[in-house]
């Protein structure tokens, strides 16, 4: 319980206006946890696994509507349009809210409505932030239990008058007297709205129970809101994986990397070296909020508890410690289900059995069923400490020094394996660039075209995206020049003539990683190269790698023609910036232009 005024008055004003049959302060206790899951097996809204093969483990099935991210029904309500850009959908915030409030007008009615105080990083951290969330979904409850730190322990270390972002959400599906609740109450998706009030630090979400978009803590706080609120305080709050690598020596140092989607991020975060005597350990999968200590340096917390990663793809094979962490109490979420109560999904790394009961609760057979057994974006939900690689300092409460930041896309041409920035505004540059080539999986008509989205962020900022770049750019006026991390842009996924991958990739990519951690201590030189520094061959550890000369030297190449060609489409998506594209990346660009030139 709490003393603290804002909260209780806040609660009663939601408690009046959505008018739910009764409300619950969550504890985080797992009693409590282990109630509300019992509940959703008796009423049909989950599914408890074979307890032999995954214990602790249930699914969910959402409705078909209701299945990821809607970045269409998702608003930076900013109290000027202008402070929204062109990356956000804009709606002015007495508008909006007029909106939704008569959309929450009793739209908890028949449910009951959780309090989930919740901290994003560590409690009591000095990095760490409070949010108090009010859901009417159980399913939002025990996933919020597992990606954030809840309960009482939060309210304490709120105390009477700490600061905190309220979070409502509701499913928007009132129940009247007598009304059955079907399995995945949502609302329709014109009446879907995850609103951000940036200016008061205020989330309001309606309409959906999915991922992003209920699980305020993840997208809407930990990016939107708290990017907005590390402009104001001088921090960054990334789209960004936290690694450790330790040498053989014992020496360690952490990287962040930001990846668009279907980058192996994940796998990133969790990579087992293939070469000996290295070490990869997991901070963060997804999220960094990175803040200056006291020496100067950037230091990173990973402000969540848990990970929401896709199920599809994810085998022993590709990540294995995400496949070790997800065998015992996990939530799963639109994967297949086998008729011996287990999980199965494309791309788990052995066949499907003859039968299944797909996403969607019907029969599916292999060989005949025509749609996916699991939805492509079918997720595990599970804590951070079930991954067998996880640090053991991943909570440290002063966050982690960070050596590297690695940005990357999908390029199958053009950009090289590895790049490294010539200084702190060329690797901004180089962050507002990186994006992956649209294939045949996407959107058939822009084949080849790049979606660029700087630092991974063009559906997180909270605020205008020439702003967010020029916020990236003050970061180096805060510290001395040589206490910045390093920047490296790297692209596993560059292809050969016959549209084969140069490179392996998954644990292969620790031979990167190596020479990065060379070049922070400066044991190796870099080749200049017109977009940045690349490795000598000679300095790239491929040891027992079965690649040969040619595929290096491709994989390294920088060709100043398609790199004159990248640059035309640079100067499209800038356009998009309107007046706001910072003067230093005009600069960085002209620079590269005229390298390219020379
Ligand atoms: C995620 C995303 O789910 O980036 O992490 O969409
Ligand atoms: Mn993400």
């Given at each position: 319980m709490t003393n603290h005024k804002g909260v209780l008055a806040w609660i009663d004003e939601i408690t009046k206006l959505c008018e739910p049959n009764n409300v619950k302060w969550l504890d985080g206790s797992e009693k409590e946890n282990q109630d509300l899951l019992e509940m959703m097996v008796k009423n049909g809204t989950a599914i408890l696994l074979n307890q032999e093969k995954r214990p602790g483990c249930y699914l969910f099935r959402s409705d078909p509507?209701?299945?990821?991210?809607?970045e269409n029904r998702t608003?930076?309500?900013?109290?000027?349009?202008?402070?929204?850009?062109?990356n956000n959908n804009w709606i002015d915030p007495l508008e909006l809210k007029k909106t939704m409030n008569s959309l929450y007008q009793?739209?908890?009615?028949?449910r009951t409505m959780y309090v989930i105080p919740f901290?994003?990083?560590?409690?009591?951290?000095?990095l760490s932030k409070i949010g108090i969330n009010v859901t009417d979904s159980p399913y939002v409850a025990v996933n919020m239990r597992i990606m954030t730190r809840i309960g009482q322990k939060v309210l304490d270390a709120l105390g009477d008058n700490g600061e905190f972002v309220p979070c409502l959400h509701s499913v928007g599906y009132p129940l009247e007297k007598g009304q059955i609740d079907p399995t995945w109450p949502c609302a329709p998706i014109e009446q879907k709205y995850i609103s951000h009030f940036p200016d008061e630090r205020l989330i309001w979400s309606y309409g959906s129970g999915y991922g992003g978009n209920a699980l305020?803590?993840?997208?809407?706080?930990?990016l939107r809101i708290a990017s907005a609120m590390a402009r104001d305080e001088g921090w960054l709050a990334e789209h960004m994986l936290i690694l450790k690598i330790t040498n053989p020596e014992g020496k360690v140092k952490y990287m962040t990397g930001a990846f668009p989607s279907a980058c192996g991020k994940t796998n990133l975060a969790m990579l087992t070296p293939t070469i000996p005597g290295w070490k990869v350990e997991t901070v963060g999968d997804d999220i960094a909020w990175m803040k200056f200590g006291k020496d100067g340096r950037l230091y990173a917390i990973?402000?969540?508890?848990g990970f929401f990663g896709?199920?599809?793809?994810?085998?022993y094979q590709t990540n294995y410690n995400a496949m070790k962490a997800i065998e015992y109490n996990t939530i799963f979420t639109n994967v297949a289900l086998t008729d011996d109560g287990d999980v199965w999904w494309e791309g788990i790394g052995y066949d499907a059995p003859n039968h299944l009961i797909d996403w969607q609760g019907k029969d599916w057979y292999k060989g005949?069923?025509?749609?996916?057994?699991?939805?492509?974006n079918a997720r595990f939900t599970v804590?951070?400490?079930?991954?067998?690689?996880?640090?053991?300092?991943?909570?440290?409460e002063n966050g982690v020094p960070i050596s590297a930041i690695l940005i990357g896309g999908r390029r199958?041409?053009?950009?090289?394996l590895i790049h490294e920035s010539f200084s702190w505004p060329h690797g901004i540059f180089m962050g507002s660039i990186m994006g992956s080539e649209i294939t045949a999986a996407t959107i058939s008509d822009n084949i080849g075209k790049v979606r660029r989205d700087s630092f991974a962020m063009l559906p997180f900022i909270g605020y205008h995206v020439g702003d967010y770049l020029k916020h990236w750019l003050d970061?180096?006026?805060?510290?001395?020049?040589?206490k910045l991390p390093k920047i490296y842009y790297v692209n596993w996924f560059r292809k050969d003539e016959f549209n084969h991958f140069l490179w392996p990739g998954y644990g292969e990519n620790s031979r990167i990683l190596k020479w990065i951690f060379e070049r922070c201590d400066n044991q190796v030189h870099g080749v200049k190269t017109p977009i940045g520094y690349i490795p000598d061959?000679?300095?790239?550890?491929?040891?027992?790698l079965n690649i040969s000369e040619t595929a290096i030297k491709e994989l390294l190449n920088v060709d100043k023609a398609e790199w004159m060609k990248e640059c035309a489409s640079i100067e499209a998506y800038y356009e998009r910036f309107e007046d706001k594209l910072p003067k230093a990346i005009k600069d960085e660009f002209d620079s590269l232009m005229n390298r390219l030139k020379a």
């Open positions: 509507s209701d299945v990821a991210r809607v608003f930076i309500a900013s109290n000027k349009k202008s402070d929204a850009g062109p009793g739209s908890m009615r028949g901290s994003m990083g560590p409690i009591g951290s000095k305020l803590g993840k997208k809407c706080f930990a990973n402000p969540e508890a896709v199920a599809p793809g994810t085998s005949v069923s025509m749609t996916p057994a699991a939805h492509p804590r951070a400490d079930q991954c067998p690689v996880i640090a053991s300092d991943w909570e440290a199958p041409t053009t950009v090289p970061i180096e006026s805060m510290t001395k020049p040589e061959p000679s300095d790239l550890d491929l040891s027992n």
